[in-house]
């Protein structure tokens, strides 16, 4: 199916578990909604990881070629920490678990951010606050601030509450932030309703056997 014939999904709660969600299968087809640049480009809009303004120069300055290849870089950062993930959801990160998000840490290496201090224009506090900047110089730095989502995701989310759904065919993950965890479902809209459509029909067979 066309990613363009349907928004993308972020269920996750957790950017960087969205990320991974950006392919899926959320009827009976699976789309990829960064199957190529373009796709990629409005992905990145839709999640909110890099400005309009810098997607707009993007595309007038890179050649579709050039965002394919990321698109394709992007697609390739996804099926590797996915494994990573899928090895070790369900249980707390340890110390060894840093020697495989090496990958993580070369792409940071390449990275052109700068501090900026700005107005604070939030009520109270300091008058200033420092804001961190990127230098957006080639198609390739569109890769950064998802290198970003995903080390904030091993870092600041307990890896034993990453799931996923319980759905027959769904391929979704998620962080369980509800009470008591007891998140099953990536939507209760989506899989949630097909789980309790099919429940129902069981009990109707049932009763008629």
């Known amino acids: 199916m066309d990613y363009r014939q349907i928004p993308a999904m972020f269920l996750a709660d957790a950017p960087g578990l969205d990320f991974l969600n950006s392919v899926a299968t959320p009827v009976d087809v699976e789309v990829d909604w960064i199957s190529d640049g373009e796709g990629l480009l409005a992905w990145l809009e839709q999640a909110g990881l890099v400005p309009r303004a810098t997607l707009a120069t993007m595309r007038s300055q890179a050649t579709p070629s050039e965002l394919d290849a990321v698109a394709a870089r992007a697609r390739e950062l996804r099926e590797w920490f996915r494994e990573f993930v899928q090895t070790r959801k369900g249980r707390p990160l340890t110390a060894s678990d840093l020697r495989d998000l090496e990958p993580l840490n070369q792409l940071f290496e390449r990275d052109e951010q ?4 700005v107005a604070n224009v939030t009520q109270g506090g300091s008058i200033f606050e420092l804001r961190a900047n990127r230098r957006w110089k080639s198609p390739e730095s569109l890769l950064m601030p998802i ?40 939507s209760m809209a989506i899989c949630g309703n097909r789980a309790k459509v099919a429940a129902h029909r069981k009990r109707l067979k049932e009763r008629e056997a």
């Open 147 to 186: 290198v970003e989502v995903l080390a904030r995701l091993v870092c600041d989310e307990d890896f034993a509450q990453v799931k996923a759904c319980e759905g027959p065919r769904c391929t979704l993950l998620f962080a369980d932030h509800t009470r008591g965890h007891a998140r099953r479902w990536c």
């Open 114 to 117: 700068y501090g900026e201090i």
